[in-house]
């Protein structure tokens, strides 16, 4: 059994928007599974877990719950609530673009539409200088050489460990990812969210035990 009494644990989940006018947005794909899943079991065993979401979840008695929209909501949001967790985990799917401009007026019908975009502030990096102890877990999804790439951001971002997966696993209740640290290195096929939660949640409590 994982003990996780004592611990406080930020976790953010879901897909940020973007505006792009008054009712359209850019977002993703992200259900927020995963994300949800390691707070629910981060508090099942005893953690005081804080979330940060973009979409509406269930409260079964965590400390707080923040509900945000565009990356820059969650940035600030994860600001506030870093300095009362010992642990972060970067669940969330956050838009790594915005429009320079959002329109305040529904854009018109039209045959051709250009939309110009500029980079939004790189959450973890942002929060570099202020990890000290602090245990940080991020996910890395990409296309083309994953394991290579997660560990290249793991290292860029001062991650502790980074969950690194494939876009095919968005949505899936069944996955595969791998679990990458300074020495350790485990690959989970085709397992449950809850299978893949807890595995994660074991490691972080094993390594805060050392």
């Known amino acids: 059994t994982i003990d996780l009494r004592?611990?406080?644990?930020?976790?953010?989940l879901g897909g940020t928007r973007e505006a792009l006018d008054s009712?359209?947005?850019?977002?993703?794909?992200s259900s927020g599974k995963m994300g949800e899943m390691i707070a629910r079991?981060?508090?099942m065993m005893g953690a005081e877990v804080h979330v940060v979401t973009t979409l509406p979840i269930h409260n079964?008695?965590?400390?707080?719950?923040t509900q945000v929209s565009a990356a820059s909501e969650m940035n600030k949001a994860v600001h506030e609530k870093m300095p009362f967790c010992d642990t972060l985990f970067m669940a969330a799917a956050v838009s790594d673009f915005k429009p320079t401009q959002q329109q305040t007026q529904?854009?018109?019908r039209q045959k051709n539409l250009t939309i110009e975009f500029?980079?939004?502030?790189d959450?973890?990096?942002?929060l570099?200088?202020?990890?000290e102890n602090k245990l940080f877990i991020g996910f890395c999804l990409t296309s083309d050489n994953l394991i290579d790439t997660a560990k290249e951001k793991r290292i860029k971002k001062n991650l502790d460990f980074i969950i690194a997966n494939t876009p095919d696993v968005l949505g899936k209740d069944v996955r595969s990812v791998s679990i990458i640290g300074d020495s350790i290195e485990i690959d989970l096929k085709n397992e449950s969210v809850a299978s893949i939660a807890y595995h994660i949640l074991d490691v972080i409590g094993a390594y805060k035990e050392k």
């Open 106 to 108: 529904k854009i018109k």
């Open 60 to 65: 079964p008695g965590y400390a707080s719950i």
């Open 123 to 126: 959450i973890l990096v942002s």
């Open 118 to 121: 500029e980079g939004t502030e």
């Open 41 to 43: 079991m981060a508090y």
């Open 128 to 131: 570099k200088e202020k990890k």
């Open 6 to 12: 004592g611990r406080s644990l930020l976790i953010t």
């Open 23 to 29: 009712v359209r947005v850019i977002s993703n794909n």
